[in-house]
């Protein structure tokens, strides 16, 4: 599974006799990151080693004070969001970026939700470039942090990045940054199932493109196929809490087409075109068990060449990853075995991946909050909730280790599926209710 990492650089400076002192605005930038990184740092380690019951007043009086820093840099944040300086408000979405990824704090927000979203939304249609890109990652956070109380956030900033996203002159990179953002709001904030269409046929436009194209063809570039796998990425994660028939509907209509990504030249957007299909087959499956496709015979044969992958031109590593996830996909689609992912969240809680929908929806998240994965999934309900951890500070799991790896396999696959089938049968309603039927 696909991994972000996060490259920190600190600045530092000589201090010279009589030299000319720094642009005071440059001196604030900088003690603004290194504040934020203690404050990060801080309190993460606050979090990790306190323990429900043994917190002291020295303990206490700490964490108070951190959290009054936090507040106070946070609104600053929010304040250089309205600057003119370009570099201001990118320093400012910077920070807000790093500090939503780094502590849960929902109820914080809530307060100040109207203003922080008035800002981010006046920054959205000044921005371009890469400062488009923090503007999307910082609507991304909000939604993890806020849930369905963010939904009036989605449904102001659905129709300025659909426009970006669709836009040919917006620059690839930030095309597939809107396109993330999209679908994470809409998944985590939204229940509006005309929005979650029209947003899922946009999505479909930009990954047809790949659709008819060789490995060598000229047309696809790589950053264009980086943009194609953006694209259909965020398209799967809607598909994962779509109702039963628009499944149906876009397994008949892609199922056969996506081959054609497989062939692509770009590793990365092999491997996601065959958990998509490895998705489809799964959906498909929900209903009918013996679910059959008509192309099935190519399909397998492409799969198992991708899964035995030696062609010498194509680099040790790329091989070597794309051979190791096209086994798993193969093993599920031809001989049904679904293999199970654990992920370890700390000291105590382990998550198990029984599925290709958690997997996306994981995915998905690391990509969202990067090094803060593992600090939301110990912290956030709403995530704890999505994949079955339990409430916050509880350790879901101790009281299932006595129970077999297949056990825990079997009970968290059938809760996931029976989550999965509540949201499809709530959008079904709600459609139906649109619909006047």
Excluded at 4 to 18: E, F, I, L, T, Y
Aim: aromatic share 6%; charged share 30%.
């Amino acid at each position: 599974m696909p991994k972000n990492k996060v490259n920190k650089k600190r600045g530092g400076g000589k201090s010279q006799d009589g030299a000319t002192m720094p642009p005071p605005r440059q001196r604030n930038e900088d003690d603004d990151d290194e504040s934020l990184d203690q404050w990060s740092t801080q309190s993460v380690l606050s979090e990790n080693s306190s323990c429900p019951g043994s917190i002291t007043g020295e303990e206490s009086s700490e964490e108070t004070s951190q959290q009054e820093m936090f507040e106070e840099k946070f609104s600053e944040f929010m304040d250089g969001l309205l600057e003119k300086s370009v570099k201001s408000r990118m320093t400012a979405l910077q920070g807000i970026q790093k500090s939503l990824q780094k502590k849960y704090v929902a109820e914080y927000l809530l307060d100040r939700k109207e203003t922080l979203t008035e800002n981010l939304v006046k920054c959205l249609r000044k921005s371009k470039g890469e400062e488009l890109e923090l503007v999307a990652a910082c609507f991304s956070l909000v939604s993890v942090q806020l849930g369905s109380e963010a939904c009036s956030l989605f449904e102001c900033i659905q129709p300025v990045l659909t426009t970006l996203m669709t836009d040919n002159s917006t620059p690839y990179k930030s095309r597939g940054a809107c396109a993330t953002t999209l679908a994470t709001c809409c998944f985590l904030s939204s229940d509006d199932l005309e929005k979650a269409k029209s947003l899922t046929n946009a999505l479909e436009d930009i990954f047809c493109l790949g659709y008819g194209k060789g490995e060598n063809s000229p047309s696809v570039t790589p950053e264009l196929s980086w943009l194609i796998g953006q694209a259909l990425s965020a398209w799967c994660l809607l598909l994962t809490v779509a109702p039963q028939y628009e499944v149906q509907t876009h397994i008949i209509k892609h199922l056969g087409l996506l081959q054609d990504l497989l062939k692509n030249a770009d590793v990365d957007l092999r491997i996601t075109a065959g958990e998509t299909v490895a998705l489809l087959y799964e959906l498909a499956r929900e209903t009918n068990e013996e679910f059959e496709h008509e192309d099935e015979t190519s399909l397998f044969e492409l799969l198992k060449q991708l899964a035995t992958d030696s062609v010498k031109h194509r680099a040790k590593k790329d091989r070597r990853q794309q051979r190791s996830c096209f086994r798993d996909i193969q093993r599920y689609i031809v001989d049904f075995e679904c293999t199970c992912e654990t992920v370890k969240l700390g000291k105590e809680n382990v998550l198990e991946l029984n599925s290709w929908a958690q997997r996306r929806q994981y995915d998905t998240f690391c990509h969202v909050l990067m090094t803060g994965t593992s600090v939301h999934m110990k912290m956030n309900p709403i995530l704890r909730d999505m994949f079955d951890l339990g409430v916050p500070g509880v350790d879901d799991y101790s009281h299932t280790r006595s129970l077999s790896k297949a056990q825990r396999t079997f009970i968290n696959a059938a809760a996931f599926k029976a989550r999965t089938k509540a949201r499809a049968k709530h959008r079904d309603k709600r459609a139906v209710t649109a619909n006047g039927f």
